[in-house]
């Protein structure tokens, strides 16, 4: 018998209705689903990409388009399995790029994993959380005999919908950069932090490697199912930067607030990056640099609140990089210490001016 979702965050997460029904299942998935390799990302993309009208899909129908995603990937960075160690599909694929290719070699690497691009995967897609999503969620059913997958409404109604296809396809290709990133680079290393100029980045401790992971928005938008974190307006990707719903990344607890406490020598924030992914949030143009905008000032309480749930989403991953970057960059162990160090940071902030968002 197949175990609901054991993690409460997680299954809060689903359950809120901010982002539409056929959003919810992958963005899940895609989040909080456990990788021991990319494939999980190179299928969700195939299964959207794959122009078909039917409710089936042959698992042939599905190969090549996988392939060609996981490709993309594996040239670039060659680590998509946590262990780093070669596998008979990379080995295919090694072999398919040393013969140049080719169609000819295209097909010989079809037919060389032919049986084994799918395994595990179909079985293990739905698994989140430490059980597997209910299933009104799913968006496929595995008809092993048929060699095909049933694809569910949910599915269906994201493959019609091109606005929620879009978005979709470009949070799983964030999430996928962010993973590839976690293993070439160290998880237990890793630091994720925000640039001005180059957006997140994520570097070992040290600093000795340090890769862009290019936009914030892709990578934190999903955790706010596409909204403003303050005023919950959807924010708009394409947008000017002088429209009011153009999507900001905004430091929850101001850089002055922080500066000033370490300047003080204030133990609670020696060891704190201010500018590290737990203090990261999107904000729609006018609620963090408008007119009436929030700019160094402290939003009500329910915000941080909101900001230390969605923290605890972050540690809830498989030990990518967003959970090693909020524990690294509070300079904590647990997700007991970061809340510790979330709310002695916030009992400092309160005496701040008070900013409310417009609507609240």
């Known amino acids: 018998m197949k175990q609901g979702i054991k993690k409460a965050s997680i299954a809060e997460y689903i359950g809120d209705k901010n982002h539409s029904e056929s959003l919810r299942s992958l963005r899940t998935i895609t989040l909080f689903g456990k990788n021991v390799a990319t494939y999980k990302f190179a299928l969700a993309l195939a299964l959207l990409k794959v122009e078909s009208n039917q409710s089936t899909m042959k698992f042939a129908d599905l190969q090549e388009s996988f392939l060609k995603e996981f490709l993309l990937h594996y040239e670039e960075v060659p680590q998509q399995f946590s262990s780093g160690k070669p596998t008979r599909i990379t080995e295919a ?21 032919a049986a084994l691009w799918h395994n595990y995967v179909f079985d293990a897609f739905h698994n989140v959380g430490g059980g597997t999503i209910d299933d009104k969620w799913w968006l496929f ?36 950069s962010i993973v590839q990133s976690a293993w070439a680079y160290g998880v237990s290393t890793n630091l994720v932090t925000h640039s001005e100029a180059e957006g997140l980045v ?14 914030a928005l892709g990578a934190l938008l999903p955790y706010q199912k596409g909204r403003c974190f303050y005023c919950d307006a959807l924010v708009d990707k394409t947008s000017q930067s002088s429209e009011d719903l153009f999507p900001d990344v905004d430091h929850f607890f101001a850089h002055s607030y922080i500066s000033g406490l370490k300047t003080e020598g204030n133990k609670r924030a020696l060891s704190i990056n201010k500018d590290g992914i737990w203090n990261l949030v999107i904000a729609c143009k006018a609620c963090n640099r408008g007119a009436n905008g929030k700019f160094d000032s402290r939003p009500p309480p329910q915000f941080f609140e909101k900001l230390v749930k969605r923290n605890m989403l972050f540690i809830e991953e498989h030990k990518h990089a967003f959970r ?23 009992n400092g902030f309160e005496i701040r001016k008070v900013w409310v968002p417009k609507g609240i």
């Open 93 to 113: 694929c090694d072999l398919y790029i040393k013969a140049g290719k080719t169609h000819s070699a295209f097909e010989v690497l079809k037919e060389s994993t």
């Open 141 to 176: 059913e595995h008809d092993s005999n048929n060699k095909s997958l049933v694809l569910t409404d949910r599915l269906l109604e994201l493959r019609e919908s091109s606005f929620e296809k879009e978005i979709m396809i470009n949070e799983i290709l964030a999430r996928w």
């Open 202 to 215: 994520i570097s070992s401790q040290n600093g000795s490697k340090r890769v862009s992971l290019r936009s």
């Open 324 to 346: 090693s970057g909020v524990l690294t960059s509070l300079g904590v162990e647990s997700s007991m210490q970061m809340q510790k160090k979330m709310h002695d940071l916030w």
